[in-house]
């Protein structure tokens, strides 16, 4: 079969690899309709995550068709058409029985990363009766790949450990595909305004037309002033951070209301300051958080019902050959205006 | 009246000041029975809490006897004997109405701070109908002026905010009053493991007999090896930092298990090091609270019911003129052994 | 002035009576702008409250502005526009420290019962520092009256206890003007599905166009099998009772699913059968709630960010001296289609 | 092997049948090291059960060596030492991933229900690897018995549904077994008056060696009244119903305080009244479950620190042979003095 492989920082290549095959009686092997890219999978590319070897298919979301199943699997069976979930879970450790996925002992984050991904023909799912969720019919496929990863990611570590309430300020930091999965996802729970800040005016339109009540261009405005400004000088209620750098995440520092909660949902590669000189005595909470994607079946019937639309946040469709391509225009994603790609495995 | 009146940075006297009189209707006026020292009060006396002013009264705890009551008062009278606590609540704005009453629009933490306190014959009480606390009868008053400030700071900032549980394994960085004020309060949610986390032996020894399970003296041990060792290398459920400087608050952060809680009890006058680089997918809670005594009638109940036994913080009592002294045997606390004075206005 | 006089069950008129004044410091004298009649009006004519005596004002919604304050009051001043809750709280007791002020120890639910009401061209407001709101510049009053009680008792009585959560089946039995505001609020939480059962089309018709995904006619459809079809034959997530009846709390009784929440919202005058023999076993949760508007200022910052129109809930318009002809459009709802009337004090 | 067998109401005798065998990947047999009798047995016995066939090998509890496991089983092998859990769970349904094992769509309660079960040499556990829990090293292995199910029963069902609080003032109606595991894992929360009502004196004696603040016998004394009285006519926060028939139900909802927590343990076989006509303003919570042992694991670390003793449920041993006898002690409880038997398979 084809595969994206990669070859070591800044090197990948869509080649030849061997289809995968059942390991454990818990896998399935799956052929990957859809599929998509992650700002994930351009830190692998950037080196920046070295537990990722040379030789690695890259990838950990997507929707395929089961093609085999190992003999312990009882939920599914050959030719169900599945969602995979970026998180994979074993559900017997003392982590999945808490709903903890994330640190699943034998799961957790591993697809296009510890083990062989999903931007390929076909995948390794290992404990995928825990990993896979069966896809609705007349389901818009192509849109629930977007629940694989990044709106889990958003509704989990942005706006449920923010605990965003009915009638709440929220301020989100990154006008990305992750921070506008948090604006679409926030707005669940009906909080009054939502400021979005980024330093592209293209996303912040986006993020108007997606629900966001202010926008705040943070390269040529003060943002904390801004923001200050529109909450009468008390903060925000919910900061969320959604880049993943010093900078934002002191910005959330800065911005939060006393009694606020600060979500972070960027992954980070340094530390930051953490003022506790101030906000000592502000009595505010902050979460970090691997997405657990114990919320993905929520999110279906979300979808299902219409109550949430994952399509809007797909930009750019690709043939899954033309993978290094779309690499390219999701990476330029200011000039190109992107926001998630769709790889389709014709 | 005399009173311990604060005159910049190192000075204090205990002197002739003017009785305090009724200003609002919803002020009382305390004759003060007993009080203690705060390790804030040691802060305001280094010059470290600019807002306290030359010749302010010091001291925001204590147990009195109401000798006036403002026209607006309903819940108290002359002669009631009552607690009084260290956070002032107007009962009306947004923040006392949610429960916050540190950060009361109008009161909050003032007491010894923006007016005068308790370190004096008597005091005023603003707000006194939500600020005061009726003492039952056959109370031990002395062991009430523990939850004028310290209990409910270890309890409120510390245990509810670290959530502690049953089963929990729990690690609490120092062991001065207030982190043994945590000590006595985890219990009531009956972790499995305390572990207690200081520099000074007789502490920690003082520490064991309030039923820490295990001690760890860090001057001579590594904590972080030993709460790895302890912990079958999966760190602490709950990490309480109840010194305030950024080496104890950075050991929390090294030893807290995924899915765990920092709590921050301790006041802190710099920023510290968050390493998101480790911390964004671990799952974790880090909060800070200044105390808002919403737990004081819980607290007291505890006490009624013999499940609480504040007395046992109280090392050393002395007469209310002999203040000055008072301060230098809670300062020298490692060499005299203190842990609460009490000061008796006799 | 003038007002609704209570005269027995069966009994009222508009007539003169003294107007208010100041009877304790913590008073305020305002003057009406609008006022609603609600369902318990009802049930008072009827002679099911006895505390009602003879001789009593009714009513306890409204807005109105301000005439005079009395000596303790903080928070409002003369010509002040607010909004009237209907539960009096003193701001100082154990239950308003607890949020609970439907029980406030002087409070509660009073006004149009215990004391003099709002259907009157003044009214006297006990603890009004804890028990009105400032009116937002540029607000929609004759919205806001819906603010006084129908809304904060949907939205915590059936929303907040029945834990509506994204995603959710919810069940609401009774769609009167109860119903319908927890129909309109249930949707801060975005549900999947709102299913509204009733007896009136009309009112099925009208909460079609409030929001419900589908509406049960259980005069002429067997709702409990209904139910069941739409969902699986699992039940609903979460039950709401806005009827009263013994009937209509059993059917939520017989829909909720394992593991939902059953919220009741009507007002009881007997007993009803609780299925402990089947329910034992399903993990279930049922509430009971008096309104405690502890949500109110929520509310009203829904409002102002137009996330909520209470206006839609209002379909009749009199002046107030003409109060006796709109109860009798309010208790003819079915024919007149009425849901909340509006008394303009002109 | 031998087993006890269920032949109808009133009938069952220790007999030969066929050693289980392993039926699916995910069972194990496991040998019987010690089992126990439950409450609920005696309600199979009477036929009020029926979805019990005859054929059927009674009980769910005990602790055993594992023999043989099935080819998907990862977290156990054979020779393990493990804990039974009363509650079968598939680890895979959308119940479980709630942490809702007892509704598991394929386990929840089978054992010596649907499915053989414990008072046998020999059983078979399906879904072991979810179902089963590893024995500390050390641990007083008899004790573990009482983790299968009364404990986590009490815990979750009483202690946790009903929310108790330190501080508060909890009644638990029934003494047998249930009620004072209940009032035993109570104390985890450090309530501050724990009031037992039962009408057998040796049961409420029991209790107050267990940690009972106040004890009333319901047959000579008037438990409304005294409830009250030692409340000061508030009610108690929370009322646990341990005993499954209307009068001790309506009880609970004539003590309950005004925002308190009804929590059924019982399992009831009829309805009962349910007096909204007071309740529906009260604010009060009740609640139902079917233990989900949920929290086993947390259980076990309670007692491998010795903060639970279930030990001291145990009144009798007996050889697993004599399990018709001891049916018989356990029956006569009264009499007997019986809280809970051990059966030893020798």
Redesign the interface.
């Known amino acids: 079969m084809k595969a994206l492989v990669y070859h070591g920082a800044g090197k990948k290549s869509w080649e030849e690899k061997p289809k995968p095959v059942i390991l454990e009686?818990?896998d399935t092997i799956i052929k990957i309709i859809k599929t998509t890219i992650c700002g994930t999978d351009l830190h692998i590319l950037k080196g920046d995550v070295p537990e990722v070897t040379k030789g690695r298919i890259l990838g950990h979301e997507g929707v395929g068709i089961i093609e085999e199943v190992g003999?312990?699997i009882?939920?599914f069976k050959q030719g169900d058409h599945v969602l995979i979930s970026c998180i994979t879970s074993c559900?017997?450790c003392?982590?999945?029985?808490?709903?903890?996925y994330?640190?699943c002992e034998k799961g957790g984050w591993i697809l296009g990363h510890l083990i062989d991904g999903t931007q390929a023909e076909y995948v390794r799912i290992p404990f995928a009766?825990?990993s896979l969720y069966h896809i609705p019919e007349n389901a818009d496929e192509e849109a629930l790949v977007m629940l694989s990863d990044i709106l889990p990611t958003a509704f989990e570590c942005g706006v449920l450990n923010g605990q965003v309430?009915?009638?709440d300020t929220v301020a989100i930091v990154g006008a990305g595909p992750i921070g506008l999965a948090v604006l679409i996802t926030a707005?669940?729970?009906?909080p009054?305004?939502i400021i979005m800040i980024d330093i592209d005016d293209n996303r912040l339109n986006v993020a108007k037309t997606f629900g966001a009540?202010q926008t705040i261009n943070s390269s040529n405005e003060n943002a904390f002033e801004k923001v200050m400004n529109l909450t009468d000088k008390r903060g925000v209620d919910v900061a969320i951070e959604a880049v993943?750098v010093p900078a934002t995440?002191e910005l959330c520092e800065s911005i939060i209301a006393?009694?606020g909660h600060i979500a972070?949902v960027?992954?980070?590669?340094?530390?930051?300051?953490?003022?506790?000189?101030t906000?000592?005595?502000?009595?505010?909470?902050?979460?970090?958080?691997?997405v657990?994607t114990?919320t993905t079946?929520?999110?279906l019937?979300?979808v299902?019902?219409k109550?949430l639309d994952p399509a809007k946040l797909i930009t750019h469709r690709f043939a899954l050959k033309d993978v290094e391509h779309a690499y390219d225009v999701f990476q330029n994603a200011a000039t190109e205006k992107t926001l998630k790609v769709i790889l389709i495995n014709e």
Chains 1, 2, 3, 4 share one sequence.
């Open positions: 009686q818990t003999s312990a009882t939920e559900g017997k003392e982590y999945c029985k808490k709903g903890m994330s640190h009766d825990n309430k009915p009638g707005q669940f729970y009906t009054a305004k009540t993943g995440f006393s009694g972070n960027g992954v980070h590669g340094k530390s930051v300051s953490l003022h506790l000189e906000l000592w005595s502000k009595n505010i909470t902050i979460t970090t958080r691997l657990d114990v079946s929520m999110l019937k979300t299902t019902s109550k």
